[in-house]
């Protein structure tokens, strides 16, 4: 099967995903700014995980621009990955509640959910590879058969922030926006392979 309908229903997803956090920054009641900077934290937890998506979805570009085909794992796979990457907006509306710093519990969430959707890429990855040429593939040459230290990085930071997050939630939500920091210089191997 061709890949266009995953990629712009994938697309579509992603941009309702966003759209639904922009829709829960609510205005501050009194037009002061003293009223703005008291929703200093919301603020920050709608551009963190507007980073989030944003890296996930040119993550998710680069993944697909290197494949010709999907099959119905690689369809089941995404909607298991779109699935984590949907509750964005819940967790960070949660998050939002407890003013003025995050609570233990949808810190908690909010960390599991980054993980739960990290793993998420890694069957989308795997399923790919399979349907567009197994070890031969253009994806495979580029992701394949190299550590990958960021991701593996990046899920430590998540168990730990999980840990962290009964005891010092505003620690957890530090390492949250850590590994973003580590994303956003992405990953050049699939363009690399690309463009050769």
């Not at 993550?59 to 796979?77: D, E, I, T, Y």
């Not at 999980?162 to 210089?185: E, G, Q, R």
């Amino acid at each position: 099967m061709e890949k266009g309908r995953v990629e712009a229903f994938s697309d579509g997803v992603i941009a309702v995903i966003i759209t639904i956090m922009v829709l829960e920054l609510k205005p501050p009641h009194m037009p002061t700014w003293e009223a703005l900077r008291d929703n200093w934290h919301v603020f920050v937890s709608y551009v963190l995980s507007f980073v989030y998506v944003g890296l996930y979805w040119n993550n998710h570009h680069h993944l697909f621009s290197a494949c010709r085909h999907v099959n119905g794992k690689v369809m089941w796979a995404n909607l298991h990955f779109l699935f984590w990457l949907s509750l964005f907006p819940f967790t960070t509306a949660w998050l939002n509640e407890a003013e003025p710093l995050p609570a233990s519990v949808p810190t908690a969430l909010y960390g599991f959910v980054l993980l739960m959707t990290a793993l998420s890429w890694i069957p989308l990855s795997r399923a790919l590879i399979a349907c567009n040429g197994g070890s031969d593939s253009r994806l495979a040459r580029a992701i394949g058969g190299r550590g990958d230290w960021k991701t593996l990085a990046s899920l430590a930071l998540y168990l730990c922030a999980l840990v962290s997050a009964p005891f010092a939630p505003i620690l957890s939500c530090v390492i949250y926006a850590l590994v973003a920091a580590l994303w956003i210089i992405p990953d050049r191997r699939i363009e690399l392979e690309i463009s050769s």
